[in-house]
């Protein structure tokens, strides 16, 4: 198999995931479709430019994160958009912590060994899309602008129409969750 056909094959499998990603963000299906079909289009069209300086994923996943943003701007003008809704789980939240902001005792997080070694199992990424998917919409779609799609926090907040500080406890929030998540499906497998 020659590189070019290896690249298709390569985009097919991770179709998948590239539809969850943008049907997280656009919350529409055929957007999600539409984004994802461009963005792979762009990754045939452009597959002389991939310089190999990142994973085949990863630079397709960068396509898709900018037909995301326009079809996130696109809703907004044609009054499509749906803002997000603010969270009313502060309890849970709030009982991982003491009175004096320290972690309870049974909140603590796990040691998750060398980060670099975990983020190389297959094992981790499929554990990590999994409770990706068990966030709630804003707090993943927060999340993903933020750490995986590397927009900064004003530009967050005003793609998504909110004020800062709700933007930062949507983050809190989500790495929270985030990192009980892995601990659970991930960490508790790997000592098992």
């Not at 991939?50 to 995301?68: D, H, M, N, P, Q």
């Not at 999994?130 to 750490?147: K, T």
């Amino acid at each position: 198999m020659n590189e070019k056909e290896d690249r298709l094959q390569r985009l097919t499998a991770v179709r998948p995931r590239l539809v969850s990603f943008a049907l997280m963000h656009l919350r529409d299906r055929s957007q999600a479709e539409d984004a994802v079909q461009e963005a792979m289009m762009s990754a045939i069209e452009k597959n002389e430019s991939f310089a190999g300086r990142s994973g085949y994923e990863t630079w397709v996943f960068g396509i898709l994160k900018y037909k995301i943003l326009d079809a996130m701007r696109v809703q907004k003008r044609h009054r499509r958009w749906q803002p997000l809704e603010d969270e009313d789980d502060d309890d849970a939240i709030d009982r991982q912590f003491q009175q004096n902001g320290r972690w309870q005792e049974s909140a603590r997080p796990s040691s998750w060994g060398e980060p670099e070694a975990a983020f190389e199992t297959e094992n981790f990424w499929q554990v990590f899309d999994a409770c990706m998917i068990a966030l709630p919409d804003n707090a993943a779609r927060v999340f993903s602008l933020r750490e995986l799609m590397g927009l900064s926090t004003d530009d967050i907040c005003r793609e998504l129409d909110i004020k800062e500080n709700n933007c930062w406890v949507i983050l809190h929030r989500a790495r929270l969750r985030l990192r009980a998540c892995i601990e659970k499906g991930w960490l508790k497998e790997e000592t098992a």
